[in-house]
């Protein structure tokens, strides 16, 4: 059985006021079923009561695209599986200045903190990008996450403290 065109509008209606919806209209109201007039007799004859209709959460879930729901901020939808995001991650190491040892020194800048905290490992990110090298941690979805990890860096390495920072990156996230 196909949905109406007017149950089409109503849903697409509630999906785009959030779920819930206020309308000059009367549905369910005990006093009107006591009275003996039908609901669609109020409604279509104008009744000026108001009534809400709220969508349950677990319908609205059912309903709205993913699209939809980035676009109202609730944050993007992570999948089962690998999911690529822009977020951030935390720059422990980049330099340019001495060629022949930067890949060796960038890696144990990253091991380090890897050891240190097990919790980066497989979140070591070393790459380069000519003439410089660079170690990055974390896959933070929030720059507040990636600012509390960047404070407890840098209480730990004070000798790399000035070279720590966050910075905007394409992150994994495995669910």
């Known amino acids: 059985m196909g949905i109406s065109a007017i149950n089409k509008n109503l849903l697409i209606f509630l999906l785009a006021t959030g779920g819930v919806f ?3 209209v009367v549905a369910q109201n005990e006093s009107l079923h006591e009275s003996g007039i039908s609901l669609v007799e109020k409604i279509e004859n104008g009744s000026k ?3 809400q209709i709220t969508v349950p959460d677990f319908i609205l879930d059912l309903l709205v695209s993913d699209q939809d729901r980035e676009k109202k901020n609730t944050g993007p939808v ?4 690998v999911n690529r995001l822009s977020g951030f991650r935390i ?3 980049s330099d340019g200045r001495s060629a022949h040892s930067l890949e060796s020194r960038a890696k144990a800048r990253g091991s380090a903190i890897a050891s240190k905290f097990p919790k980066y490992r497989g979140q070591v990110y070393t790459f380069s990008s000519a003439p410089n090298w660079y170690t990055r941690i974390g896959n933070f979805q929030t720059q507040q996450d990636a600012a509390k990890a960047l404070a407890e860096l840098k209480r730990s390495f004070p000798q790399f403290a000035s070279e720590m920072r966050i910075v905007k990156s394409q992150i994994v996230i495995v669910k």
């Open 78 to 81: 992570i999948r089962p599986g």
């Open 91 to 93: 720059q422990v190491f």
């Open 49 to 51: 009561q108001k009534i």
């Open 22 to 24: 206020t309308s000059p």
